[in-house]
């Protein structure tokens, strides 16, 4: 049964969001191009849309976004203040690019980076920090499922990256994307019942950190790993979970806007 709380705190006007992960696949040609055929399919403005693409095409996609309802997402962010870090890419410098939203922990940066959770607190720390949107990635492995681990995985997970987070500013908020690891590039997604059960579990943790008010006007939760056109509208509720983090069907623009499309008219 769910806890009270969740239910009684769900804000029922939450915009629904679709982001686009287009990891490592695309050189910043091909992501120009791929934004200039997103933007003739002239996507629902009801449904917030966020593009992260590469560091390196973040100011070719940021000009091209300008003006437009479509906003820019980085996939990564170093958490120090510039300085000695080699090859890493400060919050500052991406908000100079514009850069609104910015995934931290997501599983697979995880691994690559043998990032901890104590690392990717660090990245919301200095997102929020520097009027960023963090877009703060958990998940647990199928083993944790089949231990009937994964409510603490995540509930661990969240609370070590958002613990003693300062509440977001106005025009700032704090995401959440709940991607089991099994589901992610699987074509295997998870069933909305259990993305819903878990967006829950992530409510909750949300709750004990900011409390009712922060958590209706400035969180959302979203779901991802292996999202279609076909399967997005039986994962965004609007109450558990307010929206979507694509890969692969995020890539070929006529899959994203009929993702976005599948949203704003569920
Ligand atoms: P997928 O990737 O949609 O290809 O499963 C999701 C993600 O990694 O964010």
Request: hydrophobic content about 45%; charged content about 20%.
């Amino acid at each position: 049964m769910k806890p009270k709380t969740v239910a009684a705190e769900r804000a029922p006007s939450r915009r629904p969001i679709v982001v686009a992960n287009w990891k490592m696949y695309l050189t910043t040609a091909e992501a120009a191009d791929r934004v200039d055929q997103l933007l003739a399919e002239q996507v629902p403005k009801s449904v917030d849309v966020v593009i992260c693409p590469s560091a390196t095409a973040l100011a070719t996609v940021g000009k091209r976004l300008m003006s437009t309802s479509i906003q820019l997402g980085a996939q990564d962010v170093f958490w120090a203040a510039p300085g000695p870090h080699t090859g890493e890419v400060s919050a500052a410098d991406l908000r100079s690019l514009s850069v609104r939203f910015v995934l931290v922990g997501h599983s697979e940066h995880r691994a690559s980076a043998h990032e901890h959770n104590d690392i990717v607190h660090r990245k919301a720390v200095a997102a929020l920090g520097h009027g960023l949107t963090p877009i703060v990635c958990v998940g647990e492995s199928r083993e944790d499922r089949h231990q009937h681990r994964h409510h603490h995985v995540i509930a661990q997970q969240l609370d070590a990256a958002i613990r003693n987070l300062p509440p977001p500013h106005e025009q700032q908020e704090l995401l959440v994307a709940y991607e089991p690891l099994w589901a992610i590039g699987t074509g295997q997604p998870a069933t909305a019942a259990d993305a819903q059960e878990m967006a829950d579990v992530v409510q909750r943790s949300l709750l004990e950190v900011f409390g009712p008010d922060i958590v209706a006007r400035r969180t959302r939760v979203l779901y991802g790993g292996s999202v279609t056109p076909a399967n997005v509208g039986q994962f965004v509720d609007g109450q558990s979970v307010h929206g979507v983090l694509v890969g692969t069907a995020g890539r070929p623009a006529a899959s994203l806007a009929s993702i976005v499309r599948a949203v704003a008219g569920r």
